[in-house]
């Protein structure tokens, strides 16, 4: 464990990196947003939205805070979740303090246990757990769910924190600040995140698929970024596929008459030409890519392993 002093003076400079570890939908993606202070990672109701590593740089004159969120760990069901699943892991090794979070509006599950054991025994780094949706916790059930919950974690300071409310985020990053080294700025100041364009377009195809379609659909689809080409000063063209793994979930994602291609196309341009801060043509394809999620071929080609 890192030694803190709470009574230390403000230094002049810190930096490091913040791993936000928990199982699939607790809000891990929702509260780098929120600290970041932009939409970085895609956020949705379904388990397993996030499925890469990805860094959200937060920059102020006394500090830069390296957020790394990662993809939910689970038990996994195919090669994908494998990746997914290990990607978190070896981020915990990789940082200065790592944030527990879990859903503070319920009794801790197995899940929640056994990242808590694996945390007690092998993080080096300073471990704070943070009850995410205190917003939707009943009074009745204060004491009993945050007694459970701090007891599956050794050493650790906890706070209460909402993150779609931004509740106690400002005491959370208090404690962050009070455990990061100090350091140099580690990125440009006006770079929010580690993902490139392309990535960040992909990400918010594959976000209104998680969105728009139900059950197997949004585990089953992967979004590649064909091609990308500036026609105008502001226009940006961009052919993207959509990738299946069957037949049958092809012509669910298309829709009838094409309107839910349609509907994923329309949002997700929207919020691309947000990034890319002007016009924006997206071309949508839906391709089947059978057992893409089981291949380890498949998941390099699209990012989704080293
Ligand atoms: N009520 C409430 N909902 C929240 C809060 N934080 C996140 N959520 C919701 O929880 C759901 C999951 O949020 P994500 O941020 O995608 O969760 P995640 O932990 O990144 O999930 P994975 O990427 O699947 O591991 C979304 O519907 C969020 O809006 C919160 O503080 N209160
Ligand atoms: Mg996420």
Known sequence: MHKVDPNRVARDHQSGFVAVIGKPNVGKS????????????????KPQTTRRVIRGI?????????????????????????????????????????????????LPDEDDK????????????????????????????V?????????????ADWMRISATRQTNLDKLLAQILARLPEGPELYPADQVTDQNMQ????????EQ????????????????IETWEERR?????????????????????IGAGGAMLKKIGQNARVKI?????????????????????ERESSLRELGLTE
């Open 199 to 206: 990535a960040i377009a992909a990400e918010l195809i594959r």
């Open 143 to 155: 004491q009993a769910v945050t007694e459970a919950h701090w007891a599956i974690i050794q050493h």
């Open 233 to 253: 000063d502001d226009l940006t063209h961009i052919a993207a596929t959509i990738y299946v793994e069957r037949d049958s979930q092809k012509g669910i994602v």
């Open 58 to 106: 937060l920059t102020r004159d006394d500090a830069q805070i390296v957020f790394v969120d990662t993809p939910g760990i689970h038990k996994p069901q195919h090669k994908l979740g494998k990746t997914m699943v290990e990607s978190a892991l070896n981020v915990i090794d990789e940082v200065d303090v790592v944030v527990f979070l879990t859903d503070g509006a319920r």
């Open 209 to 224: 698929v998680f969105l728009q379609t139900r059950q197997e659909i949004p585990h089953s689809i992967a979004v590649a």
């Open 114 to 141: 056994r990242i808590g054991k694996l945390l007690n025994e092998k993080c080096r780094a300073p471990v704070l757990l943070a009850l995410n949706k205190m917003d939707l916790l009943k009074p009745e059930d």
């Open 273 to 293: 030409e947000q990034w890319v801060g002007h016009k924006v043509y997206l071309e949508l394809w839906v391709k089947v890519w059978e057992k893409w999620r």
């Open 30 to 45: 929702t509260l780098v947003n929120a600290l970041v202070g932009e939409p970085v990672a895609i956020v949705s109701p």
